[in-house]
């Protein structure tokens, strides 16, 4: 059974920067598309950065340029890290990553922002950015 868990949210103040991770464990497929998502109370939960299993990444508008995305993987887990840099206040909410084993919906070559197929979800960690 796959397992995903986020860590490394926090409060930072605008410019700053932060490091989240997700962990995923029990893999047992050598493909995977693996993304990051964001939720605040105003909001409705949207993907903001994705990776495909041979590391072709795709950002939305809001985040390109400022996040990175990255995945290390081993036999049976998955560590994938989202670099944040340049945050604002409307970065603030809750990051959530997702799991699916059977690679991603691809547009035009790169990983689609809104590929449906997930199967495993972490629980969220929360990122504040203010002064």
């Known amino acids: 059974q796959v397992h995903v868990k986020e860590s490394g949210g926090g409060s930072v103040q605008p410019g700053g920067s932060l490091m989240l991770s997700c962990a995923a464990s029990?893999?047992?497929?050598?493909?995977?598309?693996m993304a990051w998502f964001r939720q605040d109370s105003g909001r409705e939960r949207e993907a903001i950065a994705v990776?495909?299993?041979?590391?072709?990444?795709?950002?939305a508008d809001s985040v390109k340029g400022r996040f990175t995305i990255a995945i290390s993987k081993d036999s049976a887990k998955r560590t994938m890290y989202l670099e944040m840099s340049d945050l604002q206040p409307e970065d603030s909410g809750t990051y959530s990553c997702?799991?699916?084993?059977?690679?991603?919906?691809?547009?035009?070559?790169?990983?689609?922002?809104?590929?449906?197929?997930?199967?495993?979800w972490g629980q969220g960690t929360s990122v504040t950015v203010s002064s």
């Open positions: 990776i495909d299993t041979d590391g072709t990444t795709e950002y």
């Open positions: 029990g893999i047992t497929r050598s493909g995977s598309c």
């Open positions: 997702a799991y699916d084993p059977w690679g991603c919906t691809l547009i035009n070559g790169r990983p689609s922002l809104v590929h449906q197929g997930y199967r495993n």
